[in-house]
Each structure stands twice: as C-alpha cells, then as structure tokens.
C-alpha cells in the first residue's frame, strides 16, 4: 500500500479525512483499498500519535440503498502522515499486515477481540505491544533531582545519551552528562532501558 497526498491539505485536514469522512475499507489480505457503495469503514476510536493515527474501523454492509448498515467486522488500521509536497499525505496500514509500529493504544486491542475477529489481528503484533507494555511498567520511578542511566545509551543526534539527571519531570527536562540541559522526548524514556543510578 502506498502513499496518497492532498494538495494543500493540512495534517489535520488528513485526520479528518481519515476519521470522519473515509469511504474505504481496507482488505485484510495485502491491504488493498475497497469501494461498495453496500459496504464502508467506519472509524469507531482513533488517537494521534505524533505521525502515527491509530484507529479502530467497523466494518459495515447493508443488503441495498434501503437497508441499513450492520456491522460485520472490526480491524485497526494505522496512517503513517508525512508532510508532501503540496500538502499532507497518508499511508494505511491495517493490523493483519503487521505494521512494523507498536505504539497503537492498548484499550483498542480490546475493542477488536482475537475470539471475535480472527481475520482481522496479528498475533506477534500484538505479542511484541503487549511485551513493550510489560517492560515500560517494570520501568523503576524517578524523581526531580534523580539521575538515570540508559542501558544501551540513547543514540540522538548530538550525542549518545547514557546518563541523565531529571530537572523538571513535567515538562521531561534533563541535565545530559557531556551535553548540557536538554528535553528529552517521553517516547524516548519510555522505550529504552534504564535504571535509576542516583537518589538526591
């Protein structure tokens, strides 16, 4: 599946295209884009992670133009968003393909039961945002004033980043040792191991 742009559309002209005016589904078999004029995605749940829009699609049928839409199946879908020339564009990704991304909300594996909808999920995909969670919550606390250590280091830009000292825990505000003051993403705390090196 590849990429679709909008001419001088904004990134939030692409989430409200996505969530509240699509006219696809996706197929969960090479993530081939479907038009029936019987047949449409409805988006249910969605949340806007930086460049990642996760959402929950019911999928839903009617018999012909009189008849109303029931719903005959459920699957996530990711939009990879990136500015484009002239615009915003998207590229969907739906879960059966395994999106190679793991930050899709946890409440929305959920709302799509493997029992319910076999088709539509991906069992190491799911394994690996399961195993992540499992690791960010044996994550010890810290605290204003405590130094923590990366174990690998945090590869940025500027330097490599294995220790570093918290002073402001709001606002994710850091003394980097061998660099200076600095904020540092939540993503990145929360994604990469560490330990607490020093108690003030």
Not at 51 to 69: K, P
Not at 108 to 119: F, H, T
Not at 145 to 167: E, H, M, S, V
């Amino acid at each position: 599946m590849g990429w679709y742009g909008t001419r001088n559309a904004s990134k939030s002209d692409i989430i409200k295209e996505q969530v509240e005016d699509r006219h696809y589904i996706l197929h969960a078999e090479g993530n081939d884009m479907t038009l029936d004029p019987n047949k449409k995605g409805v988006c249910i749940a969605h949340k806007c992670l930086g460049s990642h829009l996760w959402m929950v699609i019911s999928v839903q049928t009617r018999a012909d133009v009189n008849s109303e839409f029931v719903e005959i199946d459920r699957y996530i879908e990711l939009n990879l968003i990136r500015k484009m020339d002239g615009g915003y564009g998207y590229k969907p990704i739906c879960e059966s393909s395994h999106p190679y991304y793991y930050s899709c909300p946890l409440s929305y594996l959920d709302m799509v039961p493997v029992d319910k909808y076999p088709k539509s999920v991906n069992l190491e995909w799911r394994k690996v945002i399961l195993d992540e969670d499992a690791k960010r919550k044996a994550q010890p606390k810290y605290r204003e004033g405590d130094t923590i250590q990366f174990d690998p280091p945090i590869k940025a830009k500027q330097t490599d980043i294995d220790r570093a000292t918290c002073l402001d825990k709001k606002r994710h505000v850091f003394y980097i040792d061998g660099y200076g003051r600095a904020k540092l993403p939540l993503s990145w705390i929360k994604s990469n191991p560490y330990a607490v090196a020093v108690t003030a």
